[in-house]
Nanobody
Framework: QVQLVESGGGLVQAGGSLTLSCAAS????????MGWYREASGKQRELVAR???????NYAESVKGRFTISRDSSRNTVSLQMNSLKPEDTGVYYC???????????????WGQGTQVTVSA
């Protein structure tokens, strides 16, 4: 079994910073990518940032220059440093991973339970 555990969510004032962390545990043999998605109230879940095992990154246009994603491949963890937060960044942030387990020969998709981020004006 694979589990993604998120931490770091909370309440922050606009312009402030917050760091989210996600740790993947289980019988993982290959981690392809890890990333963060968010779901604002009444809106679709969207990609915030993603990093691959090769180190390449993708960011939503709305967070470029403000958010930074980083990884620790040896620990199967990923962090999202969020700076200059805006009220529109408010939402539930979900950790996601594409990986292969010891009993699978195909890539699997896994999600964390989500952590609330609230940015007040």
């Amino acid at each position: 079994q694979v589990q993604l555990v998120e931490s770091g969510g909370g309440l922050v004032q606009a312009g402030g910073s917050l760091t989210l962390s996600c740790a993947a545990s289980g019988r993982i043999v290959s981690m392809n990518s890890m990333g963060w998605y968010r779901e604002a109230s009444g809106k679709q879940r969207e990609l915030v940032a993603r990093v691959t095992s090769a180190g390449s990154t993708n960011y939503a246009e709305s967070v470029k220059g403000r958010f930074t994603i980083s990884r620790d491949s040896s620990r199967n963890t990923v962090s999202l440093q969020m700076n200059s937060l805006k009220p529109e960044d408010t939402g539930v942030y979900y950790c996601h991973a594409n990986l292969i387990t010891v009993l699978a020969t195909y890539m699997g998709s896994y999600w964390g339970q989500g952590t609330q981020v609230t940015v007040s004006a």
